[in-house]
């Protein structure tokens, strides 16, 4: 299966700043990768499905311009947390789809917003 | 709309004891139906995948799921566990050939030495 990455593994800002989550497939080329989020003790929500090359596609709910995500090369997608607040602290999760047909999708190991 | 519904939030067995982890899904069309597991520390991992053919799955590490069509079920399986078992163990599904895959709550498997 696919090997992902994202960086960094654990950030914590102030209110009010724009942080970056990068998900990267080390070695398979994503032309769709997925952002999901996971509170404590809950599921994951999923938050947007990423298509290189195009505009992302926004789950309901999910406000596109709080949550940028810019997938600029089939190994690379970033999910920006603008103007982050407490409320969006959480455990922010991409994963790589597999080969075309299969369904079956590649995690990352996450990364964990805090928001002071 | 369409869900999934693990029973079991928190289970605590001893080593060698059988596993059974209830998943129900609520969709009436094709569904190809996965586990999942996420060991402390660690990311998500594929633990098995039932997409056709015969019901029963057999995973990694001595896992299987038996997929009920029936009964809208995809419960996992373990004859013995081991104490390395310990993790949160998740259902999902994709329906009718969406990529998008739904989530159960998660199931936290405890395995004491």
């Known amino acids: 299966g696919a090997v992902v990455s994202q960086h960094p593994s654990w950030v914590i800002c102030k209110s009010g700043t724009s942080v970056k989550i990068e998900c990267r497939s080390l070695?398979?080329?994503?032309?769709?990768m997925f952002w999901y989020r996971q509170f404590p003790k809950q599921s994951l929500m999923l938050m947007a499905t990423?298509?290189?090359?195009?505009?992302?596609?926004?789950e309901q709910g999910v406000e596109k311009d709080k949550f940028l995500i810019n997938h600029a090369s089939l190994t690379l997608s970033t999910l920006t947390v603008t103007s982050a607040h407490p409320e969006d602290s959480s455990f922010y999760i991409c994963?790589?789809?597999?080969?075309?047909?299969?369904?079956?999708?590649?995690f990352g190991p996450g990364t964990r917003l805090t928001v002071l | 709309a369409q869900s999934v519904s693990q029973h079991n939030h928190h289970v605590i067995l001893s080593e060698a004891a059988s596993l059974e982890l209830g998943c129900n899904y609520s969709y009436g069309g094709t569904v190809n139906l996965f586990w999942y597991v996420q060991y402390p520390g660690q990311h998500l991992q594929l633990l098995l995948k039932y997409f056709s053919g015969d019901p029963l799955v057999k995973g990694i590490k001595g896992f299987e799921a038996e997929f009920i069509k029936s009964k809208f079920s995809f419960n996992l399986r373990k004859p013995s566990v081991q104490w390395s078992d310990t993790a949160e163990y998740f259902c999902a599904v994709t329906m009718n050939r969406d990529d998008k895959i739904i989530f159960g709550k998660g199931t936290r498997l405890h395995i004491l030495p």
């Open positions: 994963s790589v789809l597999g080969l075309a047909g299969t369904d079956t999708q590649y």
């Open positions: 990423s298509n290189e090359g195009s505009k992302a596609t926004y």
């Open positions: 070695d398979f080329q994503a032309t769709t």
